[in-house]
């Protein structure tokens, strides 16, 4: 069984073909700036040379049709045509507080993804368009949309409401809804598993930390709590975005500045976390990195907020479970950074027994336990996988 996995950005998709036999990948490939000028297509075929096209993508029903073309190309193809694809499994970033899980698309499902565009107006859209794109063009198949925020719905009312009037819940579901949970649920379950951990009542901490972070605390593998909120800006310091913040705050720079609350939040996603700490150097972890290392002081301090966060959060989640089982780290920063997975744990987690093993920390992109014979809590590098996690859920969907 072959799996076409779709992620659609607003002018981008991103796709994977997994054949499920073994989980492996037979082609990923990448279509950029669809709908703008210089459009490519980037198709690398399993073992092949990496294939590049580039022209004109008007829309992302141009860009399936593409994709598909190449995957059944004579010479870069894998497939000899699209009966050969058993279902598409689609990243979808919100489904409201409506799904729990994924599930096969139907016009009720396509009704709530619509009605999701405002709680995710620069993906619920296109990932929309990506889900039709395949409907036209391989009519029957089955697509089954994956949410990110499906890991978030199993939270108590007291870690995903917020202390503001309940009216506001009630008539426009504002919660914590959560994101990257389709890395937290295939992370946390790869915990259980390569931890040796009870499946049903094992303590988890997943720290998803690359460009976007977030971090989640979970009990066989439910979600009890999320750091990302409405939207993916609450939570730890990231690339860009700001985090938790005082918002106070927004209110004294859109008054001291004269600009509108629309902008503050383009500077709170766009403009703030390492890079706006830096002072501008880079929104990536290795450039701000090199710059500390130079002694840029501000580069410094960045970064230290940056673990400083990690680790309270890893606090706040070891008291909303009473205990934790396992912190597993992931994502550009967790699966590549010895050094921040070290300084985490060490200069703010002795006291939860976590003890780090230099020469098992000193690993990169693959499981390993990093964590002392000693340590009272496992401490796990987990590389993510959200392709595949897309792949296993649609496969089991259209199993059933
Ligand atoms: P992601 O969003 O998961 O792709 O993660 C991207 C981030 O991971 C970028 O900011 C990279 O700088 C960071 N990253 C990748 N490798 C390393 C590394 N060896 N050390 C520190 N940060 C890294």
Redesign the pocket.
Known sequence: MKIFVVNCGSSSLKYQLIDMENESVLAKGLCERIGIEGSKLTHTPSGGEKFEKETPMPSHKDAIKLVLEALTDKDHGVIENTDDITAVGHRVLHGGNIYTDSIQVNDDVKKVIRECFDLGPLHNPANLIGIEACEAAMPGKPNIAVFDTAFGMSMKEKAYLYAIPSEYYEKYKVRRYGFHGTSHKFVSGEAIKFGGLDPKTAKVIVC??????SISASIGGKCVDTSMGLTPLEGLIM?TRSGDIDPAVLQFICNHENIDVNEMLTILNKKSG?LGMSGGI????????KAADEGNEKAKNALEAFRYRVAKYIGAYAAAMNGVDAIAF???????????RKLICEEYLGYLGVKIDDDANNV?GKNAVISAPDSKVKVMLLP?NEELAIARETLEIVSK
Do not use: M
């Open positions: 998803h930390l690359g460009n976007g972070a690339g390492i880079s929104s990536d972890f290795r450039d701000v990195g992931t994502a550009g920063v967790g699966e590549n950074d010895k050094e921040a990169r993510t």
